[in-house]
């Protein structure tokens, strides 16, 4: 299955909007970075149709190295963004499923 990247969308967007490409990118960017921005603060990113974009906090643990099994290392808590998709990409993605184990590919 192939991947998709920044470009291929900035690409994308451009050919359905009839922006230029530059235009397409700067647009893009700054939705990435507003994105960005609002979670550095805390704050939750709802998306509708696509998602939810969410700041949490893990808790403090214990690890150990595989390579030394007698060591135990502390693991601070930190923050980590959590998506939570939307009903339609939900469903939509779950259209994948079948196409995947028929070994179709999308292109």
Known sequence: MAGVTKRDLVVELSNRTG????QAFDLF???????TEELAQGNEVTLRRFGTFE??????????NPNKPG???KIPPRA?????PGKEMKAQVADVLPKLLNGESES
């Open 19 to 22: 922006l230029t490409q530059s």
């Open 29 to 35: 960017q700054h939705a990435l970075d507003l994105i």
């Open 55 to 64: 700041v949490r906090v893990t808790k403090a643990k214990v690890g150990r």
């Open 71 to 73: 060591t135990e290392m």
């Open 80 to 84: 980590v963004v959590r998506f939570k």
